[in-house]
């Protein structure tokens, strides 16, 4: 069974940092592209960064290029979003997802495999 699990969020004011944390399993990691999606009401849900687990390419969004890193761990099959001099406007659901083989495209229609979402307010 495929899981993706997503924790980390919580509230924070703005300036500051949080860590987002997706534990993968059920699929083969290394095969596929991991992003982070964010969404708030009413609105798309927007691609903000993805990374392949196997060569470790990275793409970001132009609105937190500079301010979130995204990383992962083969060995723990996880993949991380540090998000630092967080903004009023990163306030949003973030979810992970998995699509095979690696793309910088982040479109949400291209993913197999999603999280529940963890929730991300920040203050300001």
């Known amino acids: 069974e495929v899981q993706l699990v997503e924790s980390g969020g919580g509230l924070a004011q703005s300036g500051g940092s949080l860590r987002l944390s997706c534990a993968t399993s059920?699929?083969?990691?290394?095969?596929?592209?991991i992003t982070w999606f964010r969404q708030v009401p009413g609105k798309e849900r927007e691609g903000v960064s993805c990374i392949s687990a196997s060569h470790g390419g990275t793409y970001y969004a132009d609105s937190v290029k500079g301010r979130f890193t995204i990383s992962s761990d083969s060995a723990r099959k996880t993949v991380s979003l540090q998000m630092n001099n967080l903004k009023p406007g990163d306030t949003a659901l973030y979810y992970c997802?998995?699509?095979?083989?690696?793309?910088?495209?982040?479109?949400?229609?291209?993913?197999?495999?999603w999280g529940q979402g963890t929730q991300v307010t920040v203050s300001a």
């Open positions: 059920g699929f083969t990691f290394d095969d596929y592209t």
């Open positions: 997802a998995a699509k095979w083989g690696w793309s910088r495209t982040m479109d949400r229609y291209d993913y197999d495999y």
